[in-house]
């Protein structure tokens, strides 16, 4: 499959579209006389390589269109084989004749074609005669005379102000960069290093390229990749990371990609630095509530607004991509799915979906980064180089040093760059093409929603407007102010925003920063950084001999002191509503942002804890928690307003991208957490009525889900229906559920008998309750129980049979398909012995049947060889794994000689000594239910002997 961008294929016939116009470029470079033969060749063959790329790109949809409509009218032939149909169509459409003949179909096509071709023509000469006037200045950056060119690429980023884009040159000297805008703030970054590593005391590895600024352009040197050399070199970069994040964090940095930052041994070189001062603005109303907001603007102020750290991208192209200067790890990233040419050569040529390796960027000093082993050098750095700056700001030194940054051009990036090229790709389509008019006011409607929910973003009908007249024209919106100034310069002569002070007031948010906060921040971010929702870092099991007296009095104060940091970090609105800003995973991936609305690190898992609290305590069973009343009010305020918003954007039409269906992540969860609620006679008499209105989008959300699995997949929507049917005596549930059911094993591999399911990452299938056989068998079951069909049983029993053979006797555990570095099998909830035990034990709880107590025996041998110490939460944690250990105790299958005592001691020891760990990082917060602090809370409650609230590792059917 060639890629629809890819210049392969179409290239012959894209040649006449650029043929006069490249005459004409050559002999305007003929007019040059320092420029050489082989100078002007390169700058020709570079011009071509970049409007064939750029018009394919355009262009390939409208091919493929019209080589079916030249197929299926037989203007092919009607005896040519399919290979020579398209060649037919190849030089068919490298005629003029072929593309004047599509002008009454395609009005404005011609026109717009012409003007990206004279545009980067018109650069490509500019281009030249800087070269040629500024060579005899460019010797420092080459370390000797540049000497002649030899090679030349444009396109080294987006392009902007008609057809303005960085160019890569090998010349006799070595390589350049030449990039045209104005290179001042470069300079002035360049000094400012130096000013604050004199003021530091001990080495900066940090930089920036030299640079010679030339006014309206500039050259930079080129920085070559290296791979650190040593263990020196490794803890000089990651340091260094650190000092960026100070010095960014002071700056008003964004945009800090992995494409913008060069290891170069052990130093980290930030590239491309255009990006500084930033404006903030206050967050847009969400309609999610106060605290949402707030949240929202918090983190749009911090260092996880500048680029550097990992995070997961949300938007439909780069959804999972972890694309920050510190992260995108090699291994760690999701397949692409990109538009592509299915039957490329072919006559039957068309656009289909590829899936493709996430792009590989030059930001790492080895080529198997252990990220987390370095992540306090970049703690450190961040630390030292903070307190530098604070001692330069005390002294009244800061201040000062940001003064040649007021005169300098900066570039502000109001909308994301995928952003931009999806809607250029859109108005490119040939159906814009036919009717650019009403393309045009799809794009505006567009940019106008996408500025009502981003503050930054401009919502000027005329700045819009110019937005899409250069995407028209195969450009991304530039946006551009001087530092001093801040009132943005945009396309086609328009502006956006007030003026302001840019560094003035970047000083005054540093100046007000919590860098404590900031600390934590970065501290979390690392595990966006990893893929896998179970993902530990290598760290020491936290050993602490158990102590059983009092235990009741300090299992209670260690629930209630968590639910007091639960409340110490929440975000309060004035509307009655609350928020956290914490690692969260989505179908994105891990990312550090304000918490969601789901109970596996979300808003509904705070609810039912807090509502869990709540009933505890008024039993007698946990102590008394100021605010509690205000916690529980104010989740359940905020589960309502998101629902309320997303129905009210649905009765608006607004086109709204499916959630999950799943039981932790998603619809399920959803209407797990209300029939919880009003079981418990929390949900002021709603909790029915929503889950059923939840329910409804249940098809939708299945039809867009490719996970499949209990966590936020199709089989997790599976139990939460059975649950509402039987809430609201209503078979239809049921029915669905059962549509659910049929529809999984369908996506499921047959194999000897045995059912698994594929995953992107992991072809082979997966074992484990979260995402594996074991929890699709756990819901086949239920379902098969609850509506009496035989075909569920049978499906359930295949998936079982897949898990049963992963199982190895010798070692007596699960083995783990994930195959992580070092992890042969797991004992957590998500992957390995503990949800495979909670589901066989879930489906026959008095432990009748041999198979179970044998499944049991095994999970909990395996749990109590090499699953407790490394962590306390529910998740993969003592938390969680202590429920299936008290299970097996309860069936008198556990290990010899330990007591539900002996268990409830080591989790309250080692909480007491040191402090509530969810593993990741142990310093991050997390209030989270499974893979937080919130589930160790909820574990507590529960181990009250007369404690009846029910298990949150295995939805309940009761």
């Known amino acids: 499959m060639a890629s629809v961008e890819d210049a392969r294929g179409f290239?012959?016939?894209?040649?006449?579209?650029?043929?006069?116009?490249?005459?004409?470029?050559?002999?305007?470079?003929?007019a040059i006389p320092e420029l050489g033969d082989g100078e002007r060749e390169a700058i020709a063959a570079a011009t071509r390589e970049s409007l064939i790329a750029t018009l394919h790109a355009k262009l390939g949809r409208l091919l493929l269109l019209e080589l079916n409509g030249a197929r299926v009218t037989g203007r092919l032939g009607e005896d040519a084989s399919a290979e020579q149909g398209w060649q037919r169509f190849i030089e068919l459409a490298s005629q003029r004749e072929f593309w004047d003949g599509l002008d009454p179909h395609y009005p404005t096509l011609s026109r717009r074609v012409q003007r990206i071709v004279a545009y980067r023509c018109a650069a490509s000469l500019s281009f030249a005669q800087r070269w040629s006037q500024d060579r005899p200045h460019l010797r420092e950056l080459c370390a000797g005379e540049p000497g002649e060119l030899r090679s030349l690429r444009f396109g080294a980023g987006d392009s902007h102000c008609q057809g303005l884009s960085v160019a890569m040159l090998e010349c006799e000297g070595g390589a350049l960069l030449y990039k045209p805008r104005s290179l001042a703030v470069d300079t002035a970054l360049r000094g400012f290093l130096q000013t604050v590593a004199h003021e530091h005391g001990a080495p900066m590895p940090i930089r920036v390229p030299r640079a010679l600024d030339r006014g309206a352009h500039g050259w930079s040197e080129f920085v070559a990749h290296r791979h650190a050399r040593d263990e020196d070199e490794l803890r000089s970069f990651y340091l260094g990371i650190g000092h960026w994040l100070a010095v960014m964090r002071l700056l008003g940095g964004t945009d800090l990609h992995a494409e913008n930052l060069i290891a170069h041994g052990g130093h980290p070189v930030v590239i491309d630095c255009e990006t500084l001062f930033t404006p903030k603005l206050p967050a847009a109303p969400s309609g999610l509530g106060d605290a949402h907001d707030r949240a929202v603007d918090l983190v749009s102020g911090t260092v996880l607004n500048i680029g550097l750290l990992p995070t997961r991208g949300g938007s439909l192209g780069w959804r999972g991509v972890d694309n920050s200067a510190a992260g995108m790890l090699p291994g760690q990233q999701p397949m692409l799915s990109l538009p592509g040419i299915v039957d490329a050569g072919s006559d039957r040529a068309r656009v289909g979906k590829q899936s493709v390796p996430a792009p590989v960027a030059q930001n790492h000093p080895s080529r198997e980064p252990v990220l987390h082993r370095y992540w306090p050098q970049v703690l450190r750095g961040f630390d030292e180089a903070t307190a530098t700056l604070q001692r330069m700001d005390a002294d009244g030194r800061l201040q000062a040093s940001l003064a040649p940054f007021a005169p300098c051009t900066v570039r502000v990036v109001p909308r994301a760059s995928e952003a931009y090229a999806e809607i250029g790709r859109m108005l490119w389509h040939p159906v814009s093409l036919h009717d650019e008019a009403k393309a045009r006011r799809r794009a505006h409607e567009l940019l106008a929603k996408m500025a009502a929910n981003l503050s930054i973003a401009p919502s000027d009908p005329d700045v819009i407007d110019a937005e899409i007249e250069d995407l028209l024209e195969g450009d991304i919106p530039l946006f551009a102010t001087q530092v001093s100034d801040g009132r943005l310069r945009g396309p086609r002569g328009t502006a956006w925003l007030a003026p302001c002070?840019?560094?003035?007031?970047?000083?005054?948010?540093?100046?007000?920063?919590?860098?404590?906060?900031?600390?934590?921040?970065?501290?979390?971010?690392?595990i966006s950084a990893y893929a896998n929702d179970g993902w530990m870092p290598d760290t020491p099991q936290l050993h602490a001999p158990a102590r059983s007296e009092d235990l009741d009095r300090r299992r209670r104060g260690q629930a209630a002191r968590i639910l007091q940091r639960l409340i110490e970090h929440g975000i309060f609105g004035d509307d009655g509503t609350v928020a956290w800003v914490a690692p969260g995973f989505s179908p994105a991936g891990w990312a550090v942002q304000p918490l969601s609305s789901d109970i596996y690190n979300g808003v509904s898992g705070i609810a039912l804890l807090a509502g869990a609290y709540l009933r505890e305590a008024q039993a007698g069973r946990a102590d008394p928690v100021e605010r509690m009343h205000e916690l529980f009010a104010a989740s359940v305020r905020s589960l309502r307003l998101a629902e309320d918003r997303r129905a009210e954007l649905r009765r608006a039409q607004a086109k709204l991208r499916p959630r999950p269906p799943g039981a932790y992540v998603g619809l399920g969860a959803q209407i797990w957490t209300w029939l919880s609620l009003a079981q418990w006679g929390l949900d002021e008499g709603e909790g029915l009525a929503r889950a059923r209105a939840l329910a409804e989008d249940v098809p939708e959300a299945v039809a867009a889900d490719d996970v499949n699995d209990v966590l936020m997949g199709t089989a997790g929507a599976i139990v939460p229906l059975l649950m509402l049917a039987r809430a609201g005596a209503d078979s239809g549930y049921a029915d669905l559920a059962s549509e659910l059911g049929v529809r999984i094993v369908e996506r499921a591999s047959r194999e000897d008998g045995r059912l698994f399911w594929a995953h992107e990452r992991w072809p082979q299938g997966l074992g484990g309750f979260s995402h594996g056989a074991s929890g699709m068998g756990w819901a086949l079951e239920r379902l098969a129980r609850e509506t009496g069909q035989a075909r569920h049983h049978d499906a359930a029993q295949a998936a079982f049979a897949f898990e049963d053979s992963l199982f190895d006797p010798q070692q007596g555990h699960w083995r783990d398909l994930r195959m992580l570095p070092g992890v042969i099998a797991s004992t957590a909830w998500c992957h390995g012995a503990v949800g495979i035990g909670l589901a066989r034990a879930d489906l026959d709880r008095d432990c009748a049947q041999p198979q179970t107590r044998e499944a049991l025996r095994a999970a909990a041998a395996a749990t109590w060889r090499v699953g407790l110490g490394w962590n306390h939460c529910a998740c993969h944690g003592d938390a969680g794994n202590g429920e299936l250990l008290a299970?097996?105790?309860?069936?008198?299958?556990?290990?010899?000689?330990?007591?539900?005592?002996?268990l409830l001691a080591t989790l309250v020891t080692g909480l007491e000594q040191h402090g509530p760990y969810s593993g990741g990082p142990r310093e991050v917060f997390s209030p989270a239910l499974l893979p937080g602090i919130g589930g160790i809370a909820y574990q507590l409650l529960r181990a009250h002997p007369r404690s009846d609230l029910p298990s949150i590792l295995v939805p309940g059917m009761a």
């Open 887 to 902: 299970l097996a105790i309860d069936a008198g299958v556990g290990p010899e000689g330990v007591s539900k005592t002996d």
């Open 501 to 526: 002070d840019l560094a003035g007031d970047a000083l005054r948010r540093w100046r007000q920063a919590d860098f404590e906060r900031e600390r934590r921040f970065i501290d979390a971010s690392l």
């Open 11 to 30: 290239e012959a016939s894209l040649g006449c579209l650029i043929s006069s116009e490249l005459d004409a470029l050559a002999a305007q470079l003929r």
